[in-house]
């Protein structure tokens, strides 16, 4: 008797355990492709790579002076302009220059990865509504984003990717 017992109820639960797999819904969508075919994208990479040119240029001035300076340092030693001493404290000031030029370059680079998280991060939250709303009205438990390269297999009926593109009206 304990056994048929126990025989209809792991039956039971793996029935109930069968039944909530099969109720899950689950999607996939290539945000890749939604965020490359967004215009906001296109303009924001165009601020980025115009803000990026203009650190590389403010990058390039500083080392056209910094050259120069050298250089004339370079005549004025050659020319036994400068004492010991004087020759010492305008190699510092050479160094110092140099140094600055070398943390310009370090935090353009902070600064661009900044930027650019400044102009992408609200168009990502909006694909991510987009995601949610989409997922939410369609019953989908779980969304995959196809472009991360984990989805070994799936069938083209679950991919929302054009569904997320007509939310965001594109």
Same mark, same amino acid.
Do not use: C, H, W
């Given at each position: 008797?304990?056994?048929?017992?126990?025989?209809?109820?792991?039956?039971?639960?793996?029935?109930?355990?069968?039944?909530?797999?099969?109720?899950?819904?689950?999607?996939?969508?290539?945000?890749?492709?939604?965020?490359?075919?967004?215009?906001?994208?296109?303009?924001?990479?165009?601020?980025?790579?115009?803000?990026?040119? *203009?650190?590389?240029?403010?990058? %390039?001035?500083?080392? /056209?002076? +910094? @050259?120069?300076?050298? =250089?004339? !340092? &370079? *005549?004025?030693?050659?020319?036994? %302009?400068?004492?010991? /001493?004087? +020759? @010492?404290?305008?190699? =510092?000031? !050479? &160094?110092?220059?140099?140094?600055?030029?070398?943390?310009?370059?370090?935090?353009?680079?902070?600064?661009? =990865?900044?930027? &650019?998280?400044?102009?992408?991060?609200?168009?990502?939250?909006?694909?991510?509504?987009?995601?949610?709303?989409?997922?939410?009205?369609?019953?989908?438990?779980?969304?995959?984003?196809?472009?991360?390269?984990?989805?070994?297999?799936?069938?083209?009926?679950?991919?929302?990717?054009?569904?997320?593109?007509?939310?965001?009206?594109?």
């Amino acid at each position: 008797m304990k056994n048929t017992i126990r025989t209809v109820l792991s039956f039971m639960i793996l029935s109930f355990a069968f039944l909530q797999v099969q109720a899950q819904k689950i999607g996939y969508v290539d945000s890749q492709a939604v965020i490359a075919d967004m215009a906001e994208v296109k303009e924001a990479n165009s601020n980025l790579e115009t803000y990026g040119s *203009q650190l590389q240029k403010r990058a %390039e001035q500083m080392y /056209k002076s +910094l @050259e120069t300076k050298a =250089a004339t !340092l &370079q *005549q004025k030693r050659d020319g036994g %302009e400068l004492s010991p /001493k004087q +020759l @010492e404290i305008e190699m =510092a000031n !050479l &160094q110092k220059e140099e140094q600055k030029l070398i943390d310009f370059q370090s935090s353009s680079q902070n600064d661009i =990865a900044a930027k &650019q998280n400044e102009l992408l991060q609200p168009i990502l939250d909006r694909v991510q509504v987009a995601i949610d709303e989409v997922a939410d009205a369609e019953g989908y438990t779980y969304i995959f984003d196809s472009s991360q390269g984990v989805i070994l297999y799936a069938d083209d009926s679950t991919n929302i990717t054009s569904k997320v593109k007509a939310k965001l009206s594109m």
